[in-house]
């Protein structure tokens, strides 16, 4: 089964910046749709950014213009570019397919990566 590792989350102050990877132990390529998601303590796990196989993006209204996601097909990596960080950010974050489904060859929820944002 393809299994996703995220990482690059950390502590950042309010107006900071991070970068989120998230790499696939096999090929992604042919994967439509993949997206991160995140979920705050307390709270139901959300999708914030979505990517489809064309490079096509569509984003939550509240990361809207402050988040960006892409993907590299031939690294089996996504990322996720985080600008103007504020504290209601703060939440783990995890990638995955769209729907997050797990099938045979694709394992599913990874363990996530946690972003804190203080003020």
């Known amino acids: 089964q393809v299994q996703l590792v995220e990482s690059g989350g950390g502590l950042v102050q309010a107006g900071g910046s991070l970068r989120l990877s998230c790499a696939a132990s096999?090929?992604?390529?042919?994967?439509?749709?993949m997206g991160w998601y995140r979920q705050a303590p307390g709270k139901q796990r959300d999708l914030v950014a979505r990517?489809?196989?064309?490079?096509?993006?569509n984003y939550a209204d509240s990361v809207k213009g402050r988040f960006t996601i892409s993907r590299d097909n031939a690294k089996n990596t996504m990322y996720l570019q985080m600008n103007s960080l504020q504290p209601e950010d703060t939440a783990v974050y995890c990638c995955?397919?769209?729907?997050?489904?797990?099938?045979?060859?694709?394992?599913?929820w990874g363990q996530g990566t946690q972003v804190t944002v203080s003020s």
């Open positions: 995955n397919r769209i729907p997050p489904i797990t099938t045979p060859t694709w394992a599913g």
């Open positions: 096999g090929s992604i390529s042919g994967i439509p749709d």
């Open positions: 990517i489809s196989s064309l490079r096509i993006t």
